[in-house]
């Protein structure tokens, strides 16, 4: 027989009954049932009941097992008594009664529980991972993560594309987040870095003649930490294509999306074709470049209906004067709500720190009248909707009804209005969309709707330093190429930039790369950097172009993200095995941490620490 298991705890069925089995694992619980004792047993694959009766020789050694306790069991496989079946568990139909007990690893005191799903504090769970990761509910989500990537890679190979590792030790990028160097020892007073992505040389792959490249690369940035961002590291699906168009990189991404999601997605529905919705469109309908359709609201432009004369709304019409937009926000139903409904949305609104939210609530008003047409009656009268609500007595009523007939609203719905300069009224319409959906019970909770977002502007214009700069990627093929740099206004061009967004969260962002050396000077230029900025910040990718470079784009989609969406978490800190905490340190094990002077002295290193500033005197 084996030193430690014949089977695993997750093998054991009715036809092993009467076999004698090894099995070895945690004791994940122990019930006395008077005189009785069950231990179930847990490892990597299942869990197993085992039972001691006093006259046992296990007896004795399964009393003292405590939670956590590393045991081996000899015994032999029976059929549970009637009515003592499990059906929640594959081997509950048996269970093992217990002839021999061997102690492997005993455990202490336990700083959190593994049995159940308790919440229990971000620190303890972080400092004690290896525990946290045998709670049933982590332990799935990191062996589902497994199988997403596993899904993946089989889904890229099968399209011809090929997996290549690009390097950890880099050159420091000059644009985009916050970089982690790493000291040269052979080089003093010079680093490398962690590379935020394998952008630079996954166009190289390209310029130097591979066709299709993935990787399941590791990404480094130094950036604050959020619920869908993790600090320090994360994973991406990387992918380059060459001599393709942006319909093509959708036309190969699409399928793999879609397939992954559907194979892990418990049933739930996919999106079948991704709509292409533009960025424009995104942030008028949706208020938002990563919406959630699965919210069914759609935001209006009412501009110039409260621009309308007959409107004595002044407190819109001075936000108009000085530029600003009027947002409609429908909320069907919502007619019904009590006041404290709209009152609640309304403090929601000055939370985010605007005025609030204006609103009207449409009723059945007057009537059309029935009216004669030679031997015919009209159709019945048209009952017409009048508005009710604060701002109500400043709209006329024609002009309700023309902001009714463009959100298709009626008797019993409501509309509520967020009015500021283009992005912020963007930005709370968007937001109020998310609270209505939510509040009204018309958002859906399941499912994963996926779309594009396309036709991302190329140049914004940055208020702080007065002068037009890149919106995103600044290394993107701006839409029509360098006749559109040369002849158009900078800030109506778009560039060739896509993202992927799946209820809400942009699992990705892609392009059809710049590969025209010529192009890119002139765009360059035009975001103000000089010839020789552009050679001493980028002379690499530059040269590289210069030497006959395929057309070519990609994209890269969060493998944390994706899993984070099918394990139906909320946070990325879940589906990661051993991740940071918000102030980016490791509590497992202890990093960042010091180091000793005789490295820092090899690396050629003097550290200057900021002081603690010091506490003031009363």
């Not at 568990?89 to 005191?109: C, D, I, M, N, Y």
């Not at 620190?123 to 004690?128: D, H, I, P, S, V």
């Amino acid at each position: 027989m084996h030193r430690y298991r014949t089977h695993t705890c997750g093998d054991l069925r009715s036809e092993h009954v009467g076999q004698d089995v090894r099995l070895s694992g945690w004791v994940h619980r122990v019930r006395d049932h008077g005189g009785l004792l069950f231990v179930d047993l847990r490892d990597h694959y299942g869990v197993t009941q085992v039972v001691a009766d006093p006259d046992s020789p296990a007896f004795a050694a399964i009393e003292k097992a405590r939670s956590e306790w590393v045991i081996r069991i000899d015994g032999k496989v029976r059929t549970r008594p009637a009515g003592t079946e499990n059906a929640d568990l594959p081997t509950g139909q048996v269970e093992l009664f217990a002839t021999a007990v061997e102690t492997l690893g005993p455990s202490a005191e336990l700083p959190l529980p593994v049995f159940g799903d308790q919440d229990y504090p971000e620190e303890t769970r972080l400092k004690y991972r290896f525990l946290d990761l045998r709670r049933d509910r982590i332990h799935k989500n990191v062996m589902k993560r497994g199988a997403i990537i596993d899904s993946l890679r089989r889904r890229m190979r099968d399209q011809g594309f090929f997996e290549f590792q690009t390097p950890i030790l880099t050159a420091s990028s000059p644009e985009g987040a916050r970089d982690f160097l790493v000291p040269s020892r052979l080089h003093p007073g010079k680093f490398y870095a962690l590379p935020q992505a394998p952008q630079q040389f996954k166009q190289l792959m390209m310029i130097a003649g591979f066709d299709r490249y993935f990787q399941i690369a590791p990404c480094f940035r130094d950036e604050d930490p959020r619920a869908d961002r993790s600090p320090g590291e994360f994973y991406q699906l990387d992918i380059e294509m060459s001599f393709v168009e942006q319909e093509d990189v959708f036309q190969a991404v699409e399928p793999v999306m879609r397939g992954v999601f559907e194979e892990f997605a418990d049933g739930q529905p996919v999106t079948q074709s991704f709509p292409r919705i533009a960025y424009k469109d995104a942030m008028l309908k949706y208020g938002s470049d990563k919406p959630d359709l699965r919210n069914p609201l759609v935001i209006a432009d009412v501009t110039a209906e409260f621009s309308d004369p007959t409107v004595t709304f002044n407190a819109f019409k001075r936000v108009i004067e000085a530029g600003g937009v009027v947002r409609a926000i429908p909320a069907p139903g919502a007619g019904a709500q009590p006041r404290s409904f709209f009152d609640k949305l309304n403090d929601w609104a000055r939370g985010e720190g605007a005025p609030g939210l204006g609103y009207i609530t449409f009723e059945e008003g007057g009537s059309l009248p029935q009216t004669f047409g030679g031997d015919h009656l009209s159709p019945p009268a048209t009952k017409l909707l009048e508005g009710k609500g604060p701002i109500a007595k400043f709209v006329p009523v024609d002009v309700q009804r023309k902001i009714a007939s463009k959100l298709g609203l009626k008797a019993g719905d409501s509309v509520f209005f967020a009015c500021d300069l283009p992005d912020k009224a963007a930005a709370l319409a968007g937001k109020a969309r998310t609270q209505v959906g939510t509040q009204l019970g018309l958002s859906r909770t399941t499912g994963f709707e996926f779309c594009w977002i396309v036709d991302f502007p190329m140049f914004e214009f940055n208020e702080d330093e007065k002068r037009v700069d890149f919106s995103h990627n600044p290394f993107s093929m701006p839409q029509g190429g360098l006749e559109a740099l040369e002849s158009q206004d900078p800030l109506t061009i778009n560039a060739y930039q896509y993202d992927i967004v799946c209820n809400g969260v942009e699992l990705s962002s892609g392009a059809i790369r710049n590969h025209r050396p010529d192009i890119m000077r002139k765009a360059f230029e035009i975001a103000g950097y000089g010839a020789d900025v552009l050679e001493a910040k980028f002379g690499g990718m530059l040269r590289a172009l210069t030497y006959g470079a395929p057309p070519h784009g990609g994209i890269a989609p969060g493998v944390d993200r994706i899993v984070m969406l099918l394990c139906g978490e909320d946070n990325l800190r879940e589906v990661v095995a051993f991740p940071m905490n918000q102030r980016a340190e490791d509590l497992l094990m202890g990093a960042p941490s010091e180091v000793s002077p005789k490295q820092l002295r090899e690396l050629h290193i003097r550290l200057a620490v900021p002081q603690a500033q010091a506490p003031r005197s009363e």
